[in-house]
């Protein structure tokens, strides 16, 4: 039920920052959802105050309106973030930025792809499985990478329900399976 709402809201927004006439890009728009919810995070007493239902609507606008100015939020968001109090969805503003991220990544032909290794990666080999991956999936990969010690040494990659495994645990357990079936 979240999910849907959040992406019902994310996607009213991709549709305001992708018009022509937008004064936000979406870009900006997402590091300022991220600014406010970070600020949100970093304060209980602040996320409180916007989340209890026994402070008014008024006075939840007065504190955006406050922060929005403070991190120099545009409006075009401050009146989103305005509306979310309005409907009492500031609980679900982390799910809102993340499906709002997912969206642009489609419009934008992202493919979101992530990586898990045994071990941390360096910068070249980032950019190689980066590079890899975008020829593979035809269009921009965006990585977000994870270490997994029990995958014992390669990486494994998911590209939305498709999973390629080189790890090494993927590997034995392939062999395995191969000799108990002889």
């Known amino acids: 039920m979240a999910h849907a709402v959040a992406g019902r809201y994310a996607k009213a ?46 006075r939840k606008r007065a504190v955006i309106g406050r922060l929005a100015s403070d991190l120099s939020i545009s409006k075009l968001i401050s009146n989103f973030l305005f509306v979310l109090v309005d409907h009492r969805r500031v609980a679900e503003l ?16 992202v ?38 010690p029990e995958l014992l040494g390669g990486a494994m990659a998911r590209i939305g329900s498709t999973i390629y495994d080189g790890s090494v645990r993927g590997q034995l357990e392939a062999l395995r399976r191969r000799l108990s079936a002889e």
Request: glycine share 4%; net charge negative.
């Open 13 to 58: 927004l991709v549709d305001l920052v992708a018009r022509p006439s937008s004064s936000v890009s979406p870009t900006e728009a997402a590091a300022q959802l991220t600014s406010f919810a970070r600020v949100l995070a970093d304060s209980p007493e602040l996320e409180n105050v916007l989340l209890s239902p026994a402070v008014s609507g008024s």
């Open 94 to 109: 982390n799910a809102i930025r993340d499906a709002f991220d997912a969206l642009m990544d489609e419009r934008m032909g």
């Open 111 to 148: 493919t979101r792809v992530r990586v898990a290794s045994a071990w941390k990666l360096n910068d070249r080999q980032r950019q190689g499985l980066r590079d890899r991956l975008s020829a593979l999936t035809g269009s921009t990969a965006r990585l977000e990478f994870a270490v997994d």
